[in-house]
């Protein structure tokens, strides 16, 4: 277990599932919202508490009442709010995401006014205690002092710099950390087409660190600071859920491997792995906790297209409707809108592959197998509510989300 210091963002992110996207000037219904603490530091550090580590956050926090909670939401996962810094001046920084179900990927909307963390605060924490020390590339003000006094006052603790976008004078600093970690988006917005070239110009900039640029679903490319390039293909995914904080989970698993003494490439490999099933579950909660220790309500091998398949769900009022849909499992709770009854209630329920649509047995409501809404019959317009299953890629075993 080691001692890791994050210096980057604590932001309240307000997390919207939408089955597609809206179009601009369009209106929709969210089938859920969720609070959660996010920012790439806070989320980082979070996976690493659950990797076993002692993490703590310098941030700057606001004072309104969702900074309490911001508070109080990271302290209950672990992490120390000793450096914290608070503002007067500035909201909480609030982040707006759509996270699509049919695709998995999401939309950040991001705000904030509160001031970023000061030099000077940063100068005051006993940097010396920590083995590690990330930091976030943003806050360009303060972040080429903090550099400064990281490196004069450790010896063996090493330093990564996350690198997401291209900011003025960040290229300066490449110099000072141990570990860069670049993402696709400062990649292209620096005009590179692919990470090996940016790897190898950051590598004449920074011999000294190891470098890693992820990109989406082409994978990894890591160049070590001994100059061995590597490429880490994508993991496969059966399921894509949600992929807010993935990168962030990445990093935490670099982090983690690197110091458990894996070389480069072995800790990028176990990081597109944890990534991988980060992007299979919602959120960052119990990302360790193997699906194989939980009981599966079904098995993808026996869910087709042509055929409804119910089954029981523990836990909850209904059972779950499973019902296979381009390379997708829909889930959707056995329940129609219209009367409150089980959709087979009265017969099996009725798929037509021509319209992909399924009908109710008791009153014929149909409803689309893509999104649960009805398009005909007594509830037209009503939706079938979606239940978040979650998909063991190796053994095919369904599993409600947690
Ligand atoms: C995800 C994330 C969110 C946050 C946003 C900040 O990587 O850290 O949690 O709201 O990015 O840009």
New binding site residues.
């Given amino acids: 277990m080691a001692k890791i210091l994050g210096v980057g963002?604590l932001?309240l992110?307000t997390i919207l599932t939408l089955d597609h996207y809206p179009k601009e000037d369009d209106e929709v219904r969210a089938q859920s919202r969720q609070f959660?603490?996010?920012?790439?530091t806070?989320?980082t550090l979070y996976v690493l508490s659950q990797l076993g580590h002692e993490s703590a956050i310098a941030s700057t926090l606001a004072t309104d009442e969702q900074a309490k909670h911001l508070k109080k939401a990271i302290q209950d996962q672990g992490i120390s709010t000793e450096h914290i810094q608070r503002f007067i001046k500035g909201a909480t920084p609030t982040?707006y995401?759509f996270v699509s179900k049919h695709t998995g990927s999401r939309s950040?909307t991001?705000y904030r006014d509160l001031p970023e963390l000061g030099f000077e605060h940063f100068a005051k924490i006993e940097v010396e205690a920590y083995d590690w020390l990330h930091f976030e590339g943003r806050n360009m003000d303060a972040l080429p002092g903090m550099l400064n006094i990281a490196k004069t006052f450790l010896d063996r603790q090493p330093i990564s710099l996350e690198i997401?976008k291209a900011r003025d004078g960040i290229e300066a600093l490449f110099s000072s950390a141990n570990l860069l970690l670049f993402s696709h988006h400062y990649a292209k917005q620096k005009g590179y087409q692919d990470a090996e070239s940016l790897l190898k110009e950051a590598h004449k900039a920074a011999p000294q660190a190891n470098l890693v640029c992820t990109w989406g679903d082409r994978g990894a490319w890591c160049l070590s600071a001994s100059g061995e390039l590597h490429h880490e293909p994508a993991q496969p995914i059966k399921q894509l859920v949600d992929t807010?904080?993935a990168?962030?989970t990445f990093n935490a698993a670099i982090i983690h491997h690197l110091l458990a003494g894996a070389n480069l490439k072995q800790a990028v490999h176990q990081a597109s792995l944890l990534a991988a099933r980060k992007c299979q579950q919602f959120g960052l909660d119990n990302l360790l906790q193997p699906l194989a220790s939980r009981k599966p309500i079904a098995n993808i091998k026996h869910i087709s297209s042509s055929k409804a398949t119910v089954v029981p769900a523990p836990g909850r009022s209904h059972k779950v409707v499973l019902i296979k849909y381009d390379d997708q499992i829909k889930a959707y709770e056995n329940n129609c809108p219209h009367q409150d009854v089980p959709l087979d209630e009265a017969y099996k329920i009725d798929i037509n592959p021509f319209e992909m649509t399924m009908k109710c047995s008791v009153h014929d409501a149909y409803f689309r197998i893509d999104d649960g809404v009805c398009i005909e019959g007594p509830c037209w317009r009503d939706e079938l509510k979606p239940v978040d299953i979650e998909i063991d890629s190796d053994t095919g075993g369904i599993y409600l989300a947690e």
């Fill in positions: 963002n932001v992110d959660r603490f996010g920012g790439n806070a989320n982040s995401i950040i991001h997401e807010l904080g990168g962030d």
